[in-house]
C-alpha cells in the first residue's frame, strides 16, 4: 500500500479523493441543491448498496473463472453455463426438498463433479493448447445451453428466498431528514445483504487457503511456474482437478445466489459470462483479489449507470474496460 | 554475337518468369477444381431457384465474407477476434441509421451511395479500434477482449433506443436501386454478393502474399524476432485489423441488405460465435475454408429441421448439432473441413503409391 502510494503518488491522490467524496456522499445528508441536481438519496444508496451486492456475485463467479485460467491457461468460455447449471440445480432442489441452504450445497457439489468430469474427460487431453482449449469451450457452452433449454425450457425461474430472510431491514444509514427533524434510515432487503456477507467470507476463506495452507502454497505456485512445479514431483493433474472442480462449484454457488435474487432464464449464462470476462480483464487474469476489485467495480458501474444514464449503462461498463486496457493492460491487481 | 542473342532471348525468358511468378502468386488460376466452382457460381442463377439462390447461396457467401475476415486475423495474424460479427452488425445498423428505412426518426434519410462508404468507413474505424484494444494484451486473451467488446455491443443495441431502437431494431431497410435495376431482385442482389465476395476472396489471398501479409504471418510465428528485425508488430496487428473490419463491413452491408432489417438478435453473443464455427469447422488456413464453412452452416441450419424431425427427433435441437459438429470437429482435424479432405487424400495418395501424383497444396 505505502509503496503503491510512493509510486503512483497522482494516482493514490485520485483513489484517495474519489474514496473520501464517495464515504461523504454515503453517510451524509445531502444539501437540497444536491438533491435537486442528482435525484433522491435513497435512490443513490440503494443503486450504490445494488452494485456492491451485485459486485459480491460476480466476484463469486468470476474467481472460479480466474482461479481456472491463472493456474490452467484455460479461457473456460463454458463459465456462464456452469453458473446457469448450478442456478437450475439450485432451483430444482429448493423446490423439491424446500431448503434454500441444501440448494446451495447440491449445485456446488453437482457443478464440481461436472468440472472434474470436463478436466479429466477433455481438457486433459489438450494440455497446453490454449486455442484448442479455449475452442472446445465455445463448443461445450453451445451444446450446454442447448441442452438447458431443451430441459428447463424457456421459462424464467426464481428460487425461494427461505421465509426467514424475506423482507427489508433497517440500515443505520440516513437517506432524509423528515421536516419534524426526525430522520428516515434506508431499508434494505435482508437476502441481498446476508448473500453478500457470504461472498465476502468465501472470498477472506479462499484468500487464506491460498495464503495460508500447503494446498494454497501449491496452487501459487502453479500460477507462476506449473512445469517446475511438475518437476518437483507434486502431483499437478490431481491439483487441477480440484483446482477446476473448486471453480465451476464456485460458479454453481453463484448461480443459485443469481436465482434467489434475480432470475435464470436461457441467456443468463452469456451474461454472466461476459461478467466475469469483465472483472477478470479489469482486476487482473489469474488474481483473487483482482477479480474481488474488479467485481466491485463492475457491479458499482452497472447499478449506478443503469439509474443515472439508463439507455448508455453498458458503455460505462464497457468504458472502464478500455481505459483498464490502455492504463494497465495486465489488469489492475495482476502481478506480471 | 552472343550479346545479341541475349538479348533476344530476354524479353522470352522475362516473360515466362512473369507467368511462372503469376501462377505462384495466383494458384488458383491452374487448378481447374477452382475454374469450375468459378463457372458454377456465375451461372447459378440458371440453376438455382430464388430461394436457393437468395437463402443458401447468397447467404452462403455472405457469412462466408465475415468469416473470411476472421480467417485473415486468425489464419495470418494468429488472433482469433470474436467481433467480427459485431463489426458486421455495426456496418448494418449504420447503413440503416444513416439511409432509409421505416424507422424515420432514427434513419437520416440519406441516398445509399453516401450512407454505404460512411457505414463501411465508420465500421472499418470501429473494427480498427476495438483491434487497438486487443493488441495491447495477447494471444489467447484476444479471444476474451473481443468477445467482451462483442457482448456489451448486443447488450447496448438492446439498450440504445436513441440510435439502435433498442430490441425491436430497424426494420424494412432501403436498398439501392439505380440504372433501373432493383438490385435487391434476387438474381441482381446475387451477382452483387458474388462480386463483393470474389473481390474479398482475391484480396485476402492477395494480401497475404504481399510484404504486409508476409510481415503479419512472421509476426504470427515470432512476434519477438519480428521486433528485433526492425518490424513494428502492433502496427502490422492493427493493420491487419483495420483490413479484415472493412472485409467484415462489407459483409454486414450486404447482410443488411439481405434482410431489409436489423435487430439486436443479429449481433447476438450466439451469432458471433457462430462465425467463429464457420471459420474453424471450413478450416482458418486458407480463405476458401470460410466459405466451406459457411456453406455446411447454411445447409445444416436449413435443414437440420426436417432432418432431425424425420429422423424422429426434436426438430429444435439445431444448435445441439451444430454444438457437437463443432467439438468433433476441434477434436479430430485442427484445420476443419480442409485439414480433413487433405488428410483422406494424403492418405489415397500414398496407398495408390502413385509416382509423382499428388499436387503440393
Known sequence: MTRFIERHPVWALIVIIAVAVLLWLVFAIWPPGLEAAVGRKRVFLNAILNGITLGGL???????????FGLMRNVNLAHGSLYLFGGYIGYAISTWTGSWILSFIVA???????????????????????????????????????????VFGGDFYQVQTPSWLIGPVPLPLITAVKSSGEP????????????????????????????????????????????????????????????????????????????????????????????????????????????????????????????????????????????????????????? | MSLLQSTQLRPD????????????????????????????????????????????????????????????????????????????????????????????????????????????????????????????????????????????????TNQNWAIFNGHTGINTVATPQFWGVDWRSDIAFYYVILGVAAICYFAVQYVSRAPFGLALQGVRDNARRMAALGFNTNAHRIAAYAFASFVAALGGVLQVWNYRQISPGSVSVGACIDILIIAIVGGITRPIGPFIGALIFVLLRTFALDFLVKVGLDGNRFRLLIGLGFLAIVFWSSDGVIGLWERWRRRDASAGARPGGGRHG
Open chain 1, 58 to 68: 460476480y466476484f463469486l463467479v468470476a474467481s472460479g473463472f480466474t482461479l481456472i
Open chain 1, 108 to 150: 456446488f457439489i453437482g457443478v464440481a463433479l461436472l468440472g472434474v468430469l470436463l478436466q479429466i474427460v477433455v481438457f486433459r487431453r489438450m494440455e497446453g493448447q490454449d486455442l484448442r482449449q479455449t475452442m472446445v469451450t465455445i463448443g461445450l457452452s453451445i451444446v450446454f445451453a442447448d441442452l438447458m433449454l431443451w
Open chain 1, 184 to 336: 428516515v434510515y434506508l431499508q434494505y432487503p435482508l437476502v441481498r445483504l446476508v448473500i453478500f456477507v457470504a461472498s465476502v467470507v468465501i472470498g477472506i476463506a479462499m484468500w487464506l487457503a491460498l495464503n495460508r495452507t500447503r494446498i494454497g502454497m501449491i496452487v501459487r505456485a502453479g500460477v507462476d511456474d506449473r512445469d517446475i512445479l511438475a518437476a518437483t514431483g507434486v502431483r499437478i493433474q490431481l491439483v487441477f482437478v480440484l483446482v477446476f472442480a473448486l471453480g465451476a462449484g464456485l460458479a454453481g454457488i453463484a448461480g443459485v445466489v443469481g436465482g434467489t435474487f434475480q432470475s435464470l432464464s436461457p441467456g443468463e449464462d452469456t451474461r454472466f459470462l461476459l461478467a466475469s470476462l469483465v472483472v477478470v480483464i479489469v482486476g487482473g487474469m489469474g488474481s483473487i483479489p483482482g477479480a474481488a476489485l474488479g467485481a466491485v467495480i463492475i457491479g458499482l458501474a452497472e447499478q449506478l449507470g443503469s439509474v443515472y444514464i439508463p439507455t448508455y449503462a453498458i458503455v460505462v461498463t464497457f468504458l472502464i474496460m478500455v481505459l483498464v486496457l490502455a492504463l494497465r493492460p495486465q489488469g489492475l491487481l495482476a502481478r506480471r
Open chain 2, 13 to 156: 525468358a522475362s516473360a515466362s518468369a512473369a507467368r511462372r511468378a503469376f501462377i505462384r502468386a495466383w494458384p488458383e488460376f491452374q487448378n481447374p477444381v477452382a475454374w469450375l466452382v468459378a463457372l458454377i457460381l456465375v451461372i447459378m442463377p440458371l440453376i438455382a431457384n430464388g430461394f436457393f439462390l437468395i437463402e443458401i447461396f447468397g447467404t452462403t457467401l455472405i457469412l462466408g465474407i465475415i468469416a473470411l475476415s476472421l480467417m485473415f486475423l486468425a489464419g495470418y495474424g494468429g488472433m482469433v477476434s470474436l467481433m467480427q460479427l459485431t463489426i458486421a452488425g455495426f456496418a448494418g445498423y449504420m447503413v440503416a441509421v444513416f439511409g432509409v428505412s421505416a424507422n424515420t426518426n432514427i434513419s437520416l434519410g440519406w441516398p445509399w451511395w453516401l450512407a454505404t462508404p460512411m457505414a463501411l468507413a465508420l465500421a472499418t474505424l470501429f473494427g480498427t479500434l476495438g483491434g487497438a484494444l486487443a493488441v495491447r494484451t495477447e494471444g489467447i486473451y484476444t479471444i476474451m477482449i473481443t468477445l467482451a467488446i462483442g457482448a456489451a455491443f448486443y447488450y447496448f
